[in-house]
């Protein structure tokens, strides 16, 4: 048994070894001492607060597997990454990954070779899952973004619900529930729903004092983040609504000469995103211009700026977001920019994603149609999912089709993976059966195992293109190829490029008709009530940003944060600040325009700079270059 001493020392040992640092954050070490003695205990911190590290840690240090719960794919898929470049042995569990792979991970962790295993929380039901964790011995449970349990957080997940059961069943096995977005109702579920029995409670202020937030109302945003990232040499993050602005803006600024930024989103091959992530952690200077695809589960200290280039949807999402900058606790920027028309138009997009209940059910029905599944049947295959059929037959928009999609993903009836990826291949044959085919078909899937090891035994991954290198043939003759061999029942093919779908439960046509609209429908005035909050922050200009943001996460009698541009526009109409000295400074290096000044000033009104610009063209110390640029006399 290992002393009290020993654990201590062994901590920092931990600590040091594999993330580099000398002590611990805020409440870090407290939380995982409560792990250590075995006290269920629910963590509240904010974004950038290190929850990773609390349950991360401890795994390593405790016999057995910590057993992680988390929501989504991406993150499970990121984290497992990081820990492994780390040197720390973890894996994941999903329904991407075939019995073979299941099989390995399961033997790893029973041989006690694995020390975080991710899993969904639908997992948790599943049969085979359940028999592989009675030989695994579980150090204890981490419930990531614990919020979820809860029906009154905006991201409920009906499986985890089925923690508690589990739980039940891991008898005295302690559990860390962790969330970095909670009201005071939403906590008290959390301990409710997952039998947290006298946990320790540990809840930080929201307040983040080392990142000053600006919201600019401005016409030309490319303009803006140029000159934005003229004067800022360090890493940032660049958030943008779609793939596409994504590319755009990326192009821009690199034909303005601002060469150390990216593009990512999830639509990209994993190879190139795990290339882009790796070059952006690695990197003193690099921004990645992404959609809300990046940043889950990344770790970095040394990030100076986020800029929204559009509001996000939420105030939750803005703000785990913008908690992105500044986790060394140096002081950082978080830039939000908007106009009028854009919140219009995404108030009509927003409800433009909304289908009737007649498209919701129709949506439904195509696609148990088109694969033909009867009700109550629960087929076992992955599908290729053709989208733009759906919208030829049901008549209905793309993100209408898209939001049912995401709909029946989130809420465990589909795994619906629209990312491209490697294509798989699987035998439906004993190989000695190839002499009963065709001389072409049983040429062509010899050749197929020649190609691939493993191929008689379990599916495989792989991609045409460097198939078609192997066997010198064009990759869209290869497509065909194998698709006709699906249609005559020898495999089974699914194009990495194309989105596919998987059922997870049987088919009940009553429960879509009901409950599950019902559900839907709840879902969509959230998303409207969470838009429309949004705004009201977005656009007020007499509340201090921070104070509104603690206000919303129920923290009160909260101070203005003194420093963002609603506090600074405040100081100066009561004070008149004189910054012409500042002024003056930024002119000596270079002409400049206002907002190249504004931003060098650390965000300073446009108006009060434009009147100690004219006090100093009066006095004659500055003079004009055109129309927009100042210079020292």
């Known amino acids: 048994m290992i002393s009290p001493q020993d654990f201590h020392q062994l901590k920092f040992q931990t600590l040091k070894h594999f993330w580099g640092y000398e002590t611990f954050r805020d409440s870090q070490e407290e939380i995982i001492n409560s792990l250590i003695d075995g006290k269920d205990t629910l963590a509240l911190l904010p974004t950038g607060g290190g929850k990773s590290l609390c349950y991360q840690l401890p795994a390593l240090i405790l016999e057995g597997t910590c057993l992680v719960i ?64 009675e030989e695994i011995q579980i150090s204890f449970l981490a419930v990531d973004e614990a919020h979820c349990i809860s029906e009154w957080g905006q991201d409920f997940r009906p499986s985890y619900q089925n923690i508690k059961q589990f739980r039940e069943n891991l008898k005295n096995i302690p559990v860390l529930a962790l969330t970095a977005t909670a009201t005071a109702k939403v906590l008290a579920e959390i301990q409710q729903k997952l039998s947290l029995k006298n946990a320790n409670i540990f809840q930080r202020s929201f307040r983040r004092t080392n990142i000053k937030m600006i919201a600019d109302k401005i016409a030309d945003k490319y303009e803006m983040v140029l000159n934005i990232m003229k004067y800022n040499n360090s890493s940032g993050i660049i958030y943008v609504r779609s793939r596409k602005e994504t590319e755009e803006l990326t192009k821009f600024l690199q034909r303005n000469q601002i060469q ?16 882009k992530q790796k070059l952006w952690i690695q990197s003193p200077n690099h921004v990645l211009i992404s959609t809300n695809a990046f940043g889950m589960g990344i770790d970095k200290d040394q990030v100076r700026f986020v800029i929204h280039f559009s509001p996000a949807q939420s105030i939750e999402n803005y703000y785990q977001e913008i908690g992105r900058a500044g986790r060394d606790g140096l002081e950082s920027y978080a830039y939000l920019l908007w106009n009028e028309q854009e919140l219009t138009n995404f108030d009509q997009i927003l409800r433009n994603q909304i289908p009737s209940k ?30 733009q059929r759906i919208q030829n037959f049901t008549k209905t928009s793309l993100a209408k089709i898209r939001n049912v999609l995401n709909f029946l993903h989130n809420q465990e009836f589909i795994f619906f993976n629209s990312n491209q990826s490697l294509s798989s291949l699987e035998l439906k044959m004993a190989p000695e059966e190839l002499e009963l085919l065709s001389q072409n078909d049983s040429y062509f899937i010899e050749l197929l ?139 000596q290096h270079k002409p400049s325009n206002v907002e190249e000044i504004a931003i060098k000033l650390n965000y300073y009104e446009k108006e009060n700079i434009l009147e100690n610009l004219i006090f100093l063209l009066d006095s004659g110390q500055v003079k004009m270059l055109n129309f927009r640029t100042y210079m020292i006399s």
């Not at 839907?520 to 838009?531: G, R, S, V």
């Open 70 to 133: 988390s929501p989504l794919l991406a993150l499970m898929k990121d984290q497992v990454y990081q820990l492994k470049n780390s040197g720390i042995e973890a894996e994941y569990l999903s329904s991407e990954l075939d019995d073979f792979d299941a099989e390995i991970i399961f033997n790893r962790c029973k041989n006690g070779l694995t020390k975080l295993l991710y899993v969904s929380p639908e997992r948790l039901t599943n049969r085979t899952f359940l028999q592989n964790i």
């Open 260 to 275: 150390n930024v990216d593009f990512f989103h999830a639509g990209l091959p994993l190879k190139e995103k795990n290339a």
């Open 358 to 387: 007649a498209e919701f059910l129709k949506i439904i029905s195509y696609l148990y149609s088109t694969f033909q599944i009867a009700e109550n049947d629960l087929p076992e295959n992955i599908f290729q999912l053709h989208i």
């Open 449 to 587: 195992l020649r190609t691939f090891s493993g191929f008689t035994t379990h599916k495989i991954m792989f991609s045409e293109k460097t198939l078609s290198n192997k066997i010198n043939s064009d990759p869209h003759l290869i497509k065909e190829r194998l698709k006709e061999l699906q249609r005559k029942g020898y495999l089974e093919y699914i194009d990495g490029a194309l989105s596919s779908i998987k059922f997870l439960k049987p088919r009940e046509d009553r429960h879509f008709n009901g409950k599950y609209w019902n559900l839907f429908e709840q879902i969509q005035k959230n998303k409207l009530q969470k838009w429309e909050e949004m705004k009201f922050f977005v656009q007020d200009s007499d509340f201090c940003k921070m104070k509104l943001i603690l206000s919303y996460f129920g923290e009160k009698n909260v101070k203005n944060c003194g420093q963002c541009s609603v506090c600074e526009k405040q100081k100066e109409s009561v004070f008149g600040r004189n910054i012409s000295a500042e002024i003056l400074q930024v002119l």
